[in-house]
């Protein structure tokens, strides 16, 4: 399983990023996929997951109403769309392509594909 996350890069504060998450070595059109995120210093955490069908999507609080995960079973793909950054969301973002909601909170069962970098500045 190869997975390849692309779109990040540097933005000031308020723009746009859109990230993308190509998938290969299996057909992952079954699983709930989702994007995580690691800021410098701190805990990887949950930002966003969407169903299998892509008819419905789970947000964390800090990113609820800016942030928008979709995906695109055809091509076996995973997108987040990220409008109104600010420099909190500053990280490097991984997409995760089998997550469960366990105890809590959301874990990802697959292994970490490489991540893109989001820089977020004032």
């Known amino acids: 399983v190869q997975l390849q996350a692309s779109g990040g890069g540097l933005v000031q504060a308020g723009g746009s990023l859109r990230l993308s998450c190509a998938a290969s070595?299996?057909?992952?059109?079954?699983?709930?996929m989702g994007w995580f995120r690691r800021a410098p210093g701190k805990e990887r955490e949950f930002v966003a997951a969407?169903?299998?069908?892509?008819?419905?999507?789970y947000s964390a609080e800090s990113v609820k109403g800016r942030f928008t995960v979709s995906r695109d079973n055809a091509k076996n793909s995973l997108y987040l769309q990220m409008n109104s950054l600010k420099p909190e969301d500053t990280a490097v973002y991984y997409c995760?392509?089998?997550?469960?909601?366990?105890?809590?909170?959301?874990?990802?069962?697959?292994?970490w594909g490489q991540g893109t970098l989001v820089t977020v500045s004032s």
């Open positions: 070595g299996r057909t992952f059109s079954n699983n709930v």
């Open positions: 995760a392509t089998s997550i469960i909601w366990e105890a809590g909170s959301w874990r990802n069962l697959d292994s």
């Open positions: 969407i169903n299998r069908s892509g008819s419905s999507t």
